[in-house]
Nanobody, 122 residues
Framework: QVQLVESGGGLVQAGGSLRVSCVAS????????MGWFRQAPGKEREFVAA????????YYANSAKGRFSISRDNAKNTVYLQMNSLKPEDAAVYYC???????????????WGQGTQVTVSS
């Protein structure tokens, strides 16, 4: 059983940057693909970015391309999401997820964190 704990959310002004982190425990981190998703009030959970087991392959939603960067440190059991040029529409609860393969759909991931709130002021 893998436990995921996100951190690093907070309040940032539009145009600013934020890095959220997700630490995994209870499993072999390097055997899992990792994804970041977000959910705003009244909206469905949506894909943001994903990274393969070794970190060599990354995938982004169109809304994240060019602004967000996903990375992982397998020695620290941690996956990161660096978010730059934040917009008010990026405000949401950000969740990390672990799964066998890199997918863009939430149901394809087996383990989820509790989420961290990102608020972007205009």
């Amino acid at each position: 059983q893998v436990q995921l704990v996100e951190s690093g959310g907070g309040l940032v002004q539009a145009g600013g940057s934020l890095r959220v982190s997700c630490v995994a425990s209870g499993g072999t981190f390097s055997t899992y693909a990792m994804g970041w998703f977000r959910q705003a009030p009244g909206k469905e959970r949506e894909f943001v970015a994903a990274i393969g087991r070794s970190g060599g392959d990354t995938y982004y939603a169109n809304s994240a391309k060019g602004r967000f960067s996903i990375s992982r440190d397998n020695a620290k059991n941690t996956v990161y999401l660096q978010m730059n040029s934040l917009k008010p529409e990026d405000a949401a609860v950000y969740y990390c997820a672990a799964g066998e393969l890199v997918y863009r759909t939430p149901r394809s991931y087996d383990y989820w964190g509790q989420g961290t709130q990102v608020t972007v002021s205009s």
